[in-house]
Structure formats: C-alpha cells, structure tokens
C-alpha cells in the first residue's frame, strides 16, 4: 500500500544533542510537510516543500531546519533541542495538483528530550 | 489574522447525533476542511467543503457558509470508536499549507 513513513516512531534525545527525523511516502506526491503537535494541541506547521521550493513558516524556530534531498523523502533536523521541543513530529503529504485540502500523514516520532 | 475557533469539549450519547462547529478569520479562504485524531494516532483526513452547503459522505457530513465564515461537521449514529479529536483546517491563502483549528475533543459516552 502507498504510504507515509517516519522513522522512528520513537526517538530520545539529550539536551542540545542534534537529531534528525525522517518521513518518507511512496504516493509519489509533489508535496511534503513537517508539523509539531504538542499534547492536546493542533498540528502546528513548521515548514513545507512543493517540489523542491521550501517554505518556511515565519515563527519556526531558527533551530529547525529541514532537508528534501528527492520526491519521496524529507528530513527534519533540530540542531539544539531544547526541553520545550518535546512533541510529536508528523509528516504529511498532499498530491500538489489542485489544493492541500486533503493531506495523507505518517504515524509521526514521538521526540523525548532528556 | 488567520484563526479558526473550535468548542474545546463535546459530550455525547452512542446512536446519537453531534455537531461541531467552526468559525474562521481570514482575509482569504478557499476551503474548509475535517481531521479526525485518535489519541496517540495520526490526522486522518474526513471531508473537505470549497463551496457552502452540505458534503455527506456515510455517517459524516460537513456544512461550510462562507457568508458566515463558519462550518460545522456532523456525526450521526455516533459509535464508540468516534471518540476522538476533530479539526477543522482552512485553507486560508495561495500557498499550499493548511491552518488548523484548536480542535475539538469529542466523547462517546454508552
């Protein structure tokens, strides 16, 4: 079945120690984007790709960046996490074709920091 | 600014009917779209209104009056495994990205 992928479903990390989340989809959709959702919130977008052109979000922390190095995969990095990053990262997608109006999401990463 | 309000809490009986309401502002809008949210899960995509009136698709419909900047979705025959999160999410301006709303926590009760 064509999905959404995140590795991992869990991840730990330390106080300032780098990490980086993976999303990959083989509905070979035009575009991919990255959302935090904190608990008993809604998804909040940090950034989004249509093809190769990267949006970013104007309140999205300078200590995210993320990566799109081909169609079916995007990367999430956080340089120095800190205890407020904590969160669920989802990654979803859309075909790119007429609206954003239906995104397919993965399962996200449930990030912890230590 | 760009906002969607969402009742934060619903409460209702299996077999029952429940709406949940949306209200928008936006200085652009070009569809209104509902999310379902099981705890611990994923988004999952329910319905989408461009036009206002009413979308039915199964037990699920949605209503969007642009005139009011408001929609709502309707859940009839409520199961058990309806409990969820619901959001609303616009579709606010020319770029392709979607705005959520606060979202609502509905339970089922028996």
């Known amino acids: 079945d064509a999905m959404v992928i995140q590795n991992p479903r869990y991840q730990v990390t330390q106080f300032g120690k780098p990490v980086t989340l993976s999303c990959s989809q083989t509905?070979?959709?035009?575009?991919m984007y990255w959302y935090q959702q904190k608990s008993s919130q809604a998804p909040k977008l940090l950034f989004h790709?249509?093809?190769?052109?990267?949006?970013n979000e104007a309140d999205t922390p300078d200590n995210f960046q993320s990566r799109r190095p081909n169609t079916s995969f995007c990367f999430l990095d956080i340089r120095s996490p800190g205890l407020g990053d904590a969160a669920m990262y989802l990654c979803?997608?859309?075909?790119?074709?007429?609206?954003?109006?239906?995104?397919?999401f993965g399962p996200g990463t449930r990030l912890t920091v230590l | 600014g760009q906002s969607l309000e969402q009742p934060s809490e619903v409460t209702a009986v299996e077999g029952a009917i429940v709406q949940i309401n949306c209200t928008y502002q936006?200085?652009?809008?070009?569809?209104l779209s509902w999310y379902q949210q099981h705890d611990g899960g994923a988004p999952t995509f329910l319905s989408y209104?461009?036009?206002?009136g009413l979308e039915e698709t199964g037990r699920f419909s949605s209503f969007l009056s642009r005139s009011d900047s408001y929609g709502y979705l309707l859940l009839q025959e409520l199961q058990m495994k309806d409990s969820a999160s619901y959001f609303c999410?616009?579709?606010?301006?020319?770029?392709?990205?979607?705005?959520f709303g606060s979202g609502t926590r509905l339970l089922v009760r028996p």
């Open positions: 790709y249509y093809d190769k052109d990267f949006n």
């Open positions: 999410a616009g579709w606010m301006d020319s770029s392709y990205k979607l705005i």
């Open positions: 936006t200085s652009g809008f070009y569809g």
């Open positions: 979803a997608t859309c075909p790119g074709t007429s609206s954003p109006n239906e995104q397919f």
């Open positions: 209104n461009a036009l206002d």
């Open positions: 509905l070979n959709h035009n575009v």
